[in-house]
C-alpha cells in the first residue's frame, strides 16, 4: 500500500549555515517554475485531452467490428491497425484511456475522504477510538493490494461498482495513515492549543484548523495512489474481471493483444505505454508538489 | 526478548481479523452465495450441501465460529472444481510462489542497492538526477505488460529463457524463473531505490559519519564499511513493508508466465468460480504478509540494537 513514501531527509550542512538560507525561506517557487510540475501539468493536459476530446480525434467507433479488415497493420486509415475484430486499435486506445482514466479519478475521491476524516479522528482524539480504527488499518494492510481487490471484485461481481467498492475499502487506510501521523504532530502546536482554550468545538478546530494544514499530505499521496488505482484498474481488466467488453479497456486490450504478440505487437505495446505515460505525468506533479510543499527535501 | 514478545503479542488482533475478512468475504457475494457461486450448477441439492459445509442457515457468529474450528483443524473447504480440499492444493502451490518471492526480493536489493549509491554518492549531479527518474517511470508500469514484452524479447525473439513454467531442479528454477522474478523486482524497485537513497544520505549526513572522515577514512572504504553498513537496515524496513506489494506482484506474474503457484491457482480458482480455493488463497497471502512482516521486524530489531533500547 505504501507504494510511496517520502522520508525526510536532513538537508546538507553548508545549506543550513548559509546566511540567507537562516534568514527564511530560500526562495518561493511558483508552481510554473518547478520544471518536474510544469512538464507534468502539460502531459497530464494532453493525456486528459486525448480522453476527453476522443471523438474528435478518431472517426471511428471502438466497439464496432469489421470482420472484413482484422488484424491489419498500421496505415493511415487505422493510425495502429486492427484486432482481431477489425476495431480500430487507435479509436479503442482513446476511448479506454477516457474509461480507465474515468474510473480512476472518481475511485480515489472516496478512500481520500474517509481516510481524512478517519485520520484525523484518530490522530486528534487518540485513545480507544484511535486502537479501534489503526488495527483495522493493520488488518487491511496485511492482505496484498491486488490479492485484496481481485478477490473483493470477484466476489462482488466484475464490473464497475464493485471496482469502486473495493479500492474504497482498501484505499481509505493509506490515507487515514498519513493524515493521524500528521495530526498526532500538529495537535501539539500553538495554534491549535490556542484554539482549544478559546473554547471551540473538537469538529471546528479539526475541520477549520486542523486538517487544512495537513490536507497537502494527503493530496501528495494522492497522486501516486491514482496512478496505483489506473494500474489495479489495467489489471482487473487483464484478467477480464474489470469493464466488461465490449467496452474498450487497456487492460484488456493488453489482454486480447498478447495472442498476436509476434505478429502485431503494436496491439499489446501501445496500451501499456499508455498507462506508463500516464503514470509518468502524475509522478511528476506529485514530485514537483512535494518539493514546493516541502522545500529542502528531495 | 520483551520486543519479541510484545511484537508477537500485536500479532494476535491482527491474525484474528485477517480472518475475520477472509470469512466475511461470503457474505459480500450478492444475493445466496451458495447459488450465486454454483451458477448454473445449482440444485437443490447442491445448493443444500453448500448451505451446510458454509453453515449459512445459522446465526453470523456460529458461522465464524465454525470457520475457526474448521481452520484450526487446517480444513479450508472443499474445492467445488476438483473435489479435493482447498487446503492441499494451496499447500502444493505454495514452494513456487516463495521460490519467486525470494528470488525477486534478492534481484530487487541487487538492482536499488548499485542504483541508490550511485545517487547518493553525489546528490543533485546528473547521475542523482538519472536515477531518480527511474521510479516516475517505474511506478505507473503495468507489470503484467513489462513481463508480456520481456517474453517478447527474451523468450521468443532470442531464446535466452523459456516462455513460461517453473523449470526443473535449483538450476532449472533460476533460470526459468529469472523472467518472472525481474519483473516483479523492477516493480519493486522504485519504491525501494527511492527510500534506500534518502536513507543513505541521511547517513552520509550523520555524526558517525563527520567523526570517521575526520579520523582520516574516505572513499570505498568510508561507503562500504560506514554507509552502506547503516543503509542496509533501512533496506530491510522498505522490502518488509513493501512485502504485500511483493507478494501481491507474483499473482499477476505468476499468471502471464504459468508458474504453478498460489497466485496462477487464485486466478484459476476465480474463472472455476470454486469459492472455497480463492478464500483459501486469500487467507494464506494475508498469512504470508504478516509472518514475513514478523520475520523483517524482527531482523531488523537483530540489526540494530538502537530498535531495542527504544522499547
Known amino acids: 500500500m505504501s507504494a510511496t513514501t517520502f522520508p525526510s531527509e536532513a538537508p546538507p550542512p553548508e545549506f543550513v549555515t548559509e546566511p540567507e538560507a537562516a534568514a527564511g525561506p530560500r526562495r518561493v517557487r511558483r508552481w510554473y517554475t518547478q520544471p518536474a510540475l510544469l512538464g507534468g501539468v502539460i502531459l497530464l493536459a494532453l493525456i486528459l485531452a ?82 479501534v480504527i489503526m488495527r483495522i488499518v493493520d488488518i487491511v494492510v496485511a492482505f496484498p493490494f491486488y490479492v485484496l481487490v481481485i478477490a473483493l471484485v470477484f466476489v462482488l461481481g466484475p464490473g464497475q461498482r464493485s471496482i469502486y467498492i473495493a479500492i474504497t475499502l482498501i484505499g481509505w487506510v493509506s490515507y487515514a495513515r498519513i493524515i493521524r501521523g500528521e495530526i498526532l504532530v500538529a495537535k501539539r502546536q500553538d ?108 | ?78 474445492s467445488l ?33 548499485p542504483m541508490a549509491m550511485i545517487a547518493a554518492s553525489r546528490k543533485d549531479a546528473i547521475r542523482d538526477h538519472i536515477v531518480r527518474a527511474v521510479p516516475l517511470v517505474g511506478l505507473g508500469m503495468p507489470p503484467f505488460w513489462l513481463a508480456i514484452l520481456l517474453i517478447y524479447v527474451f523468450a521468443i525473439n532470442v531464446h ?17 524463473m529469472f523472467l518472472p522474478a525481474l519483473v516483479v523486482a523492477i516493480a519493486l524497485s522504485p519504491v525501494v531505490i527511492r527510500s534506500l537513497r534518502a536513507s543513505m544520505l541521511n547517513v552520509l549526513g550523520a555524526e558517525y559519519i563527520t567523526t570517521a572522515k575526520s579520523k582520516g577514512v574516505a572513499g570505498p572504504a568510508l561507503f562500504f564499511r560506514h554507509v552502506l553498513r ?28 504459468a508458474i504453478p503457484g498460489i497466485g496462477q491457482l487464485m486466478i484459476n480458482s476465480i474463472f472455476q468460480r470454486d469459492f472455497p480455493v480463492v478464500q483459501g488463497v486469500t487467507l494464506v497471502f494475508g498469512a504470508l504478509v504478516v509472518l514475513v512482516n514478523l520475520l523483517a521486524d524482527l531482523s531488523y530489531a537483530a540489526l540494530d540494537p538502537r530498535v531495542r533500547f527504544d522499547r
Open chain 2, 81 to 113: 472444481y476438483y473435489s479435493t480440499p482447498a487446503a492441499g492444493l494451496i499447500v502444493d502451490r505454495i514452494p513456487a510462489t516463495l521460490w519467486l518471492v525470494v528470488y525477486a526480493a534478492i534481484l530487487a536489493i541487487a538492482i536499488s542497492v
Open chain 2, 160 to 176: 535466452w529463457f523459456p516462455t513460461s513454467g517453473y523449470g526443473v531442479g535449483i538450476v532449472g528454477h533460476l533460470h526459468s
Open chain 1, 50 to 131: 486525448a480522453a476527453i476530446f476522443a471523438p474528435l480525434l478518431s472517426s471511428y467507433n471502438p466497439i464496432t467490428q469489421n470482420l472484413t479488415n482484422t488484424l491489419q497493420g498500421p496505415s493511415a486509415h487505422h493510425l495502429l491497425g486492427t484486432d482481431q475484430l477489425g476495431r480500430d486499435t487507435f479509436a479503442r486506445l482513446l476511448y479506454g484511456l477516457r474509461n480507465d482514466l474515468r474510473i480512476a479519478f472518481i475511485a480515489v475521491l472516496l478512500p481520500f475522504l474517509i481516510g481524512v476524516v478517519l485520520g484525523s479522528i484518530s490522530g486528534y482524539f487518540g485513545g480507544w477510538v484511535d486502537t
Open chain 1, 191 to 298: 495554534y491549535v492549543l490556542a484554539a482549544q482554550s478559546g473554547g471551540l468545538s473538537s469538529v471546528r478546530i479539526m475541520a477549520r484548523h486542523l486538517v487544512p494544514n495537513v490536507i497537502s499530505q494527503a493530496i501528495l499521496y494522492a497522486m501516486s495512489d491514482i496512478v496505483q488505482d489506473i494500474l489495479a484498474i489495467v489489471t482487473l481488466g487483464y484478467f477480464g474481471l474489470g469493464v466488461p467488453p465490449p467496452t474498450p479497456d487497456l487492460g484488456s486490450m493488453i489482454n486480447d493483444g498478447q495472442n498476436f504478440l509476434t505478429t502485431h505487437w503494436q496491439l499489446t505495446t501501445f496500451p501499456g505505454l499508455a498507462v506508463v505515460i500516464v503514470g509518468l505525468s502524475l509522478s511528476l506533479i506529485g514530485d514537483g508538489l512535494a518539493d514546493i510543499i516541502r522545500p529542502g527535501q528531495a
Open chain 2, 230 to 257: 547503516n543503509a542496509v537496515i533501512p533496506a530491510v524496513t522498505v522490502l518488509g513493508i513493501n512485502i504485500g506489494f511483493l507478494i501481491g506482484g507474483t499473482v499477476v506474474i505468476e499468471n502471464v508466465f
Open chain 2, 1 to 78: 526478548m520483551t520486543f519479541v514478545f510484545q511484537r508477537l503479542l500485536m500479532l494476535i488482533p491482527v491474525a484474528i481479523g485477517v480472518t475475520i475478512i477472509v470469512f466475511f468475504m461470503i457474505h459480500l457475494i450478492p444475493g445466496d452465495p451458495a447459488r450465486t457461486i454454483l451458477g448454473i450448477h445449482a440444485t437443490p441439492k447442491t445448493v443444500a450441501i453448500l448451505h451446510k459445509q458454509w453453515g449459512l442457515d445459522r446465526p453470523l457468529i456460529s458461522q465464524y465460529w465454525l470457520f475457526m474450528d474448521r481452520l484450526a483443524h487446517g480444513n479450508l473447504g472443499q
